[in-house]
């Protein structure tokens, strides 16, 4: 069982559609959660953190679930410009102090005009 | 925010042969991280570059295959040695400072 699991999509909405992405993670002791974004043939870049109270940034919501280890984000309002690989991302600490950050196979969204 | 360049960008290489790419960041950073992204699949971390020691590797990951080098706290080297086509994948110099900075990627295509 991998890590960080996601449904590959691809997710194919019309413009202004409301889109939600899951993903979960195997590890208990998992502390920290991102969103990131990755454009075709571009470097992934952090989107959103996510907090356990969940957050908004704009069009964006992230919520965690600590006890289902379940993270989910939510895009409002879609633009072209979504169009996008979300990538769920896990981080902990190793036994021996290491910092790892795992990374889910991401989700491909298509905002369709 | 950290600035990151990698060079080459891309490169097709021959079976056998090694290329070695370079990150370079526009401040000093403890740790420095390479990154393997294969077709279609999740990030996954080659190894740990620390400078004034050697790096560290995931499982799955040789020093023999993949070395690194640190020169110094702003930059970094991998090399991918003796080439086969399973090598063929984008590599990602990362750093982190509050979050996670990436590089551009080098896309390597071996034949």
């Known amino acids: 069982r991998k890590e960080v699991e996601q449904d590959p999509g691809p997710f194919n909405v019309p413009e202004g559609a409301t889109v939600a992405f899951n993903c979960t993670y195997s590890?208990?002791?998992?502390?920290?959660f991102f969103w990131y974004r990755q454009d075709c043939r571009k470097e992934p870049k952090l989107l959103m953190s996510?907090?356990?109270s969940g957050n908004e940034d704009g069009r964006f919501t992230a919520q965690l679930n600590r006890a289902s280890q379940y993270i989910s984000l939510l895009i409002r309002d879609s633009k072209l410009s979504d169009s996008a690989t979300y990538l769920c991302?896990?981080?902990?600490?190793?036994?021996?102090?290491?910092?790892?950050?795992?990374f889910g196979t991401g989700t491909r969204l298509k905002v369709l005009a | 925010s950290a600035v990151i360049s990698q060079k080459p960008s891309r490169d097709i290489c021959q079976r056998g042969t090694s290329l070695t790419i370079q990150c370079q960041v526009d401040s000093q950073v403890t740790m420095m991280f390479w990154y393997r992204q294969q077709p279609g699949q999740s990030l996954t971390l080659i190894a740990t570059a620390n400078q004034g020691s050697e790096a560290t590797y995931e499982s799955g990951f040789v020093i023999d295959k993949f070395p690194i080098s640190r020169p110094n706290l702003t930059f970094s080297t991998l090399t991918v040695s003796n080439m086969s086509p399973e090598d063929s994948s984008i590599y990602l110099c990362?750093?982190?400072?509050?979050?996670?900075?990436f590089g551009p990627g080098t896309r390597l295509t071996v034949l």
């Open positions: 990362s750093v982190k400072r509050n979050e996670q900075f």
């Open positions: 590890n208990s002791a998992s502390q920290s």
């Open positions: 996510v907090y356990s």
């Open positions: 991302v896990v981080s902990y600490t190793t036994a021996s102090g290491t910092y790892k950050y795992i």
